[in-house]
């Protein structure tokens, strides 16, 4: 469980200082390095940049379900709001009538040209307003029916997108391209570490432990005096500005977007990663994210035919690589059922204990009982 | 709001209350009053209806006639109106009250606490956590001085208050436990607790001694007329328990079949012969 008390309101003592400013400080010396060499690890830069937006994502959509219980399955159509608004608001004015070439652009939006920052939180802000439109009816259902009924509202959007009346706003479905990236790197994991850090501050506070609350019993959360729907609404608008923000991120990284990038699979990746890193585990939802994104480029090599002493191996080839995929996540779904991290969240204390218990349990001797900590698997 | 001339020290009036559930009245015109500093018990066999007069109080289900007053104050009201117009059976006729409807963390607001029959823990919540969130609700902060801890001022005041009253309830040391890892007398007492962090001045109790042994039941009763006398509460509790409710009722209401069959001292009560027939059965000769 996090440990509140490691607020800096009471000035314990951290046995993480030292680890994390190390690990601070060797993530800042990768980006650099990355940065210095941007054109010759494109490649990784953008693994790392997809794996980081999923990352905000990831944990915005466990502030919904793994804190506050609520199953939203619309990420997807968040995402695209806000990867609408950057998109839109931030293409360049003098490339836009070639973007824009099929029916021209509404003159409405023709001339608005916001920074970058602007339009990200412009974007979050929109996804945050209908969120809060569609939450006053939809969070009166529970559970499966609210995942559906948010999973519909996802659809909605991406057809209202690819809609031909709204050609001149969105482009249809010829999508939108130009997106400006960002300036640097820096200024890219920054914000992801901005967003990350606002929820994480949110969840340890008392707001954070009200969801919480929701979470564990909503009757007798009401009954200490919490507004059942006034606090689903405030954690689903706020984990839709974060999604927003998100989808925003999204599109500066993938520079072209249409209504296609934010089909249902978005959300399940998503939900994928959620569920892998724990459900309730912020650490958990971020090392999901780079997990999953890495480890689909990492099984490339299945995709690969293979030859091996002139024998070529057939199960080689395109779209091998998801078998395998899925079959690891399968494998990692049946030791950690609780996904990766549980509920906990990621301590070096804990990882420690993770490392040591890797002989006690590969290598054969079963004399070391596993204690609950480490029978769990999770590291903290 | 108050047009119904009370007494002073009256803390919670019932009116006519009865709550029905489509043809199934379970709570039919009970009137209860409970007085400032009394301890109060609603006694009857099982099914009689005591829990759902306790969520037609907190606001977990909307009484279907009737009033509930709070210090005076009408917190609640309603009468049959839709299809329970045609519907309604209750022995009270139907009040044509202006209903007002509040949802239980309105109740709570007011000062009125309550726990429940089954535990209602926050489970995977430390001890500590669960009776701080008791005090968000009072709590002057938003939701963006919480996040930026602009608030660490109300923070640390909510932290210390919490300390304390874990202390005074003996669950100091327990405060890291997961609350649900607790043995079951404690989370009882946790449920109190927690109960008691959101100030109340009238605390409900659902059956809390429920599951207790007799030496846990015996202390139970001690404590609850201590936190009566510290935190200066009115009790109205449910409990099967009849030592411990004979022992420290000022007043007993029983209830069977959603009735009120009797109301008095614990030795009027246990004396009265629709109360032994209630809880005994009436066999067939002697009805």
Redesign the interface.
């Known amino acids: 469980?996090d440990?509140?008390n490691n607020?800096?309101?009471?000035g314990k003592k951290r046995p993480n200082l030292i680890p994390n400013l190390i690990a601070i400080a060797v993530f800042i010396g990768l980006i650099a390095f990355l940065e210095m060499n941007k054109f010759t690890y494109t490649y990784e830069i953008s693994t790392l940049e997809r794996a980081a937006v999923y990352a905000v994502v990831a944990v915005s959509m466990n502030l919904l379900t793994g804190f506050t219980g609520l199953f939203s399955l619309g990420q997807a159509g968040f995402m695209a709001i806000g990867a609408y608004t950057v998109a839109i608001f931030t293409i360049p004015v003098a490339q836009r009538p070639s973007v824009y070439y099929v029916d021209g652009i509404s003159p409405l939006i023709a001339n608005i040209h916001l920074p970058f920052w602007a339009a990200l939180l412009l974007g979050g802000l929109i996804a945050a307003g209908i969120a809060a439109l569609i939450g006053i009816p939809v969070l009166r259902l529970k559970s499966d029916y609210l995942a559906i009924a948010t999973l519909g509202f996802s659809e909605i959007i991406r057809a209202l997108i690819s809609a031909p009346q709204f050609n001149k706003i969105t482009n249809g479905s010829y999508g939108l391209k130009n997106i400006p990236t960002f300036p640097n790197l820096f200024v890219f994991f920054g914000i992801v570490i901005l967003c990350i850090a606002?929820m994480v501050?949110?969840i340890n506070?008392?707001?954070g432990?009200?969801f919480?609350?929701i979470r564990?019993?909503e009757?007798?959360?009401?009954?200490?005096?919490?507004?059942?729907f006034h606090y689903k609404e405030?954690s689903f608008v706020?984990s839709s500005f974060f999604t927003g923000v998100g989808g925003g991120l999204l599109a500066m990284f993938m520079r072209s977007i249409d209504s296609k990038t934010f089909q249902v699979a978005l959300t399940y990746d998503i939900l994928l990663i959620v569920v892998l890193g724990g459900i309730g585990s912020v650490t958990g939802s971020v090392i999901g994210a780079f997990l999953i994104t890495f480890g689909r480029e990492w099984l490339r090599f299945f995709d690969e035919p293979l030859t091996i002493a002139g024998v070529s191996i057939p199960l080689f080839r395109t779209g091998f690589r998801m078998v395998v995929f899925s079959v690891l996540l399968m494998v990692v779904v049946l030791f950690h059922s609780r996904g990766l991290m549980g509920?906990n969240e990621f301590s070096w204390p804990g990882f420690l204990r993770w490392l040591k218990s890797f002989p006690a349990r590969f290598g054969g001797r079963k004399k070391v009982p596993s204690d609950p900590a480490s029978k769990g698997g999770t590291k903290a | 709001m108050s047009e119904t001339k009370l007494p002073e020290n009256n803390v919670l009036r019932l009116d006519h209350i009865t709550m029905q559930f489509g043809g199934v009245v379970a709570v039919n015109d009970l009137s209860v009053d409970v007085n400032r500093g009394e301890i109060v018990a609603l006694i009857g066999p099982n099914g009689a209806g005591k829990t759902t007069a306790f969520n037609c109080i907190?606001g977990?289900y909307e009484p279907t006639n009737g009033r509930v007053l709070y210090n005076g104050n009408v917190i609640l009201a309603n009468c049959p109106h839709g299809k329970m117009k045609w519907q309604y059976i209750g022995d009270f006729a139907p009040m044509d009250l202006k209903p007002v409807i509040r949802?239980?963390?309105?109740i709570?607001?007011l000062g009125i606490?309550?726990t429940?029959q089954n535990i209602?823990?926050?489970?995977?919540?430390?001890v500590?956590?669960n009776v701080?969130?008791?005090?968000?609700?009072?709590?002057k902060?938003n939701?963006f001085s919480?996040?930026?801890?602009i608030?660490?001022a109300e923070?640390?005041r909510?932290?210390k208050e919490t300390t304390e009253l874990l202390e005074m309830q003996g669950l100091l040391k327990y405060k890291?436990e997961?609350a649900s890892s607790l043995p079951y007398g404690l989370q009882r007492r946790l449920e109190i607790a927690?109960?008691l962090a959101?100030s109340p001045s009238l605390l409900l109790l659902d059956e809390p001694a429920a599951g207790m042994n007799p030496q846990e039941t015996q202390d139970l009763t001690d404590f609850i007329r201590k936190i009566r006398d510290e935190y200066k509460l009115t009790i109205f509790m449910i409990e099967h328990h009849m030592d411990l409710v004979m022992q420290i009722s000022d007043r007993i209401y029983v209830l069977d079949f959603g009735r009120e069959i009797a109301v008095g001292t614990p030795e009027e009560v246990q004396n009265n012969d629709r109360v032994i027939d209630a809880y005994l059965g009436v066999s067939e000769e002697d009805a």
């Open positions: 469980m440990k509140n607020l800096p309101l009471n606002l501050l949110l506070s008392s707001y432990r009200a919480k609350a564990e019993d009757v007798a959360a009401e009954s200490m005096g919490l507004n059942l405030l706020i509920t | 907190t977990i949802t239980p963390d309105e709570t607001k606490a309550r429940f209602r823990l926050f489970h995977n919540l430390t500590f956590d701080l969130i008791a005090k968000h609700m009072r709590a902060q939701v919480a996040t930026l801890r608030n660490h923070e640390a909510m932290r890291d997961i927690r109960a959101t």
